[in-house]
């Protein structure tokens, strides 16, 4: 079965802090691994991609397959990313994508 | 572009009402999708299409019907609404649907009340 699953509703974290928001998948078959973010009052949007290996806002996410992992880090917290952050799988056989459960990411000044 | 639009914004419905929610999309996407957010479960998938005359069944289908006559539009029916059904509705549309890897884009979302 295809499974996304964040283990943390909220993490809380003082401005400059390292953040690491968890998120662990199930899928048989190589996964394309998304994390999308919804500030406040904006609508969800697309923050990376693993396919991209790419640094957005100071985030980065690695694919660990042995951990079936995709964390999303940032290693100095910043207020304005507080925000939910939601880790999603994409099934390459029918393209629909599977969403985790959210984590609200809360950076204190 | 006004890239995806969703009516209405918000909607109080009575227990046994239909209604429909409306998704429209202009950038000419193939794949289309409908999900419902609630606190603690996350986006939960309803239905999806892959083009226009196309549709599947997602994670929570139960209760909602959809259809695809055109490309742009969309729409999510609620045949006989529950209280079960209170949520926040998103629609979202990307580029290609098997075999591709594309950003999906999201409407603003419906805030949908069933008393």
């Known amino acids: 079965a295809q499974r996304v699953t964040q283990p943390e509703k909220l993490l809380s974290v003082f401005k400059g802090a390292p953040v690491e928001l968890k998120c662990n998948y199930s899928?048989?078959?190589?996964?394309?691994l998304f994390w999308y973010v919804q500030y406040s009052r904006q609508r969800l949007q697309l923050l990376l991609r693993?396919?991209s290996r790419e640094s957005i806002k100071g985030f980065t996410a690695d694919l660990n397959k042995g951990e079936t992992s995709f964390h999303l880090k940032k290693p100095f917290a910043q207020e304005e990313d507080s925000a939910m952050y939601y880790c999603?799988?994409?099934?390459?056989?029918?393209?629909?994508?599977?969403f985790g459960q959210g984590t609200t990411l809360q950076v204190k000044p | 572009n006004a890239g995806v639009t969703q009516t209405p914004k918000f909607q109080v419905l009575k227990t046994g009402q239909s209604m429909t929610l409306q998704c429209a999309q202009d950038?000419?996407?193939?794949?289309m999708s409908w999900y419902r957010q609630d606190p603690g479960m996350g986006l939960r998938l309803i239905h999806y299409?892959?083009?226009?005359?196309?549709?599947d069944q997602g994670e929570v289908p139960n209760g909602y019907n959809v259809s695809r006559s055109t490309t742009e539009d969309f729409p999510l029916r609620l045949l006989s609404a529950a209280p079960s059904q209170t949520s926040v509705y998103f629609c979202?549309?990307?580029?290609?649907?098997?075999?591709?890897?594309?950003?999906?884009?999201f409407g603003p979302g419906t805030r949908l009340t069933v008393l």
């Open positions: 950038m000419n996407h193939e794949y």
């Open positions: 693993h396919i």
């Open positions: 979202a549309s990307s580029y290609g649907g098997q075999g591709r890897v594309n950003e999906q884009f």
């Open positions: 899928y048989s078959g190589s996964p394309e």
């Open positions: 299409s892959v083009g226009a005359g196309i549709t």
């Open positions: 999603a799988l994409r099934s390459s056989n029918t393209g629909k994508l599977i």
